[in-house]
């Protein structure tokens, strides 16, 4: 079983920036992949960043790709997603996950946090 906590988030103005922490509660923490998603009102939950359990290979969606920076420290037990240049369309909760293998779909993740909240004032 693994517990996952985000903290980090928070009301920021558009073209600022936040760092989005995601804490893991296992003892085996680089044997997961690791992706944020968010989810907007009223829609999906969309993917947003991945990265492999030795962190060598990121991969991001479209909409985020050169603002957001998705990264892991092994011995912390925790994953970041650096946000700059943020737009009030990356107004979400914000979700990590873990999974045994990367993946850029919801199902494709077993462990989820609870979701801290983004919100990019315009």
């Known amino acids: 079983q693994v517990q996952l906590v985000e903290s980090g988030g928070g009301l920021v103005q558009a073209g600022g920036s936040l760092r989005l922490s995601c804490a893991a509660s296992t003892r085996t923490f680089s044997s997961y992949a690791m992706a944020w998603f968010r989810q907007a009102p009223g829609k999906e939950r969309e993917f947003v960043a991945t990265?492999?359990?030795?962190?060598?290979?990121?991969y991001y969606a479209d909409s985020v790709k050169g603002r957001f920076t998705i990264s892991r420290d092994n011995a912390k037990n925790t994953v970041y997603l650096q946000m700059n240049s943020l737009k009030p369309e990356d107004t979400a909760v914000y979700y990590c996950?873990?999974?045994?293998?990367?993946?850029?779909?919801?199902?494709?993740?077993?462990?989820w946090g609870q979701g801290t909240q983004v919100t990019v004032s315009s």
């Open positions: 990265i492999t359990r030795t962190g060598y290979t990121t």
């Open positions: 996950a873990a999974a045994s293998l990367q993946s850029t779909v919801v199902t494709g993740y077993n462990y």
